[in-house]
């Protein structure tokens, strides 16, 4: 059974840092592994989906990596603005997503 | 492409009553996906589809949970003799095919249920 882990839990930085979130899971039989965001309260909107034979992905101030065989993943995020609030879910993907319990962010100005 | 529509958004019932939320997934969307999400937590998968066929149910879908999607395109998901421990928010999703190397899920906004 697919079990996910994100660390830290919260987060609350001043704007312009540069933030690592972290993702582990168990089960390393994935395709993928997608980073979503969620507002409060909101639905999920994804930003990036990693395939299971790449290391990267990239978009705009964000970058996430993958290393399948240790089941981690890492999302960055450069210059953190007040508009990055939100919480932040990773998901592997085998034939459904199996998601962590996220991490919060707040950034203030 | 309206994006995944879910129906209501905010749902309020006293304990003991039926439920029964709707969603519409992306036009030609194949599978869909339900999931529920406490406050606080990431989202748990309840149930899939692979067009009019349910492909596989999470243990957490107790017999008073049914999914349906008749025709392969909408799907309903109905909670009976609801309890408090039900109050949660029900998201659906959809996927063009299975998901793959690179196929993306998308939500809708959900359904916000409060049992009273």
């Known amino acids: 059974k697919q079990e996910v882990t994100q660390i830290p839990a919260a987060l609350s930085v001043p704007e312009g840092e540069n933030l690592v979130l972290n993702c582990s899971f168990t089960d390393s039989a994935i395709y993928n592994l997608q980073w979503f965001r969620q507002d409060p309260g909101k639905g999920l909107t994804s930003l990036l989906l990693i395939q299971s034979s790449q290391r990267e992905q990239t978009s705009g101030r964000l970058n996430a990596s993958l290393d399948k065989s240790s089941g981690r993943s890492t999302l960055y995020i450069a210059a953190s603005q007040p508009g990055d609030s939100a919480t932040y879910l990773c998901?592997?993907?085998?034939?459904?997503?199996?998601f962590g319990t996220g991490t919060r962010l707040q950034v203030f100005p | 492409d309206t994006g995944v529509s879910q129906d209501p958004r905010h749902k309020i019932t006293k304990r003991g009553q039926n439920v029964t939320f709707r969603c519409d997934p992306i036009?030609?969307?194949?599978?869909l996906y339900w999931y529920r999400q406490t406050l606080g937590q990431g989202p748990e998968f309840l149930t899939y589809?692979?067009?009019?066929?349910?492909?596989?149910k999470s243990r957490l879908l107790s017999d008073r949970f049914s999914a349906e999607r008749p025709k392969g395109s909408f799907s309903t998901l109905e909670i009976q003799r609801t309890e408090q421990g039900d109050s949660a928010m029900y998201l659906c999703?959809?996927?063009?095919?299975?998901?793959?190397?690179?196929?993306?899920?998308?939500f809708g906004s959900g359904t916000q249920l409060s049992v009273l």
């Open positions: 998901a592997p993907v085998t034939d459904k997503l199996i």
């Open positions: 036009s030609e969307h194949n599978r």
């Open positions: 589809f692979q067009n009019e066929a349910q492909l596989e």
């Open positions: 999703a959809s996927s063009l095919g299975a998901l793959g190397t690179n196929e993306k899920l998308f």
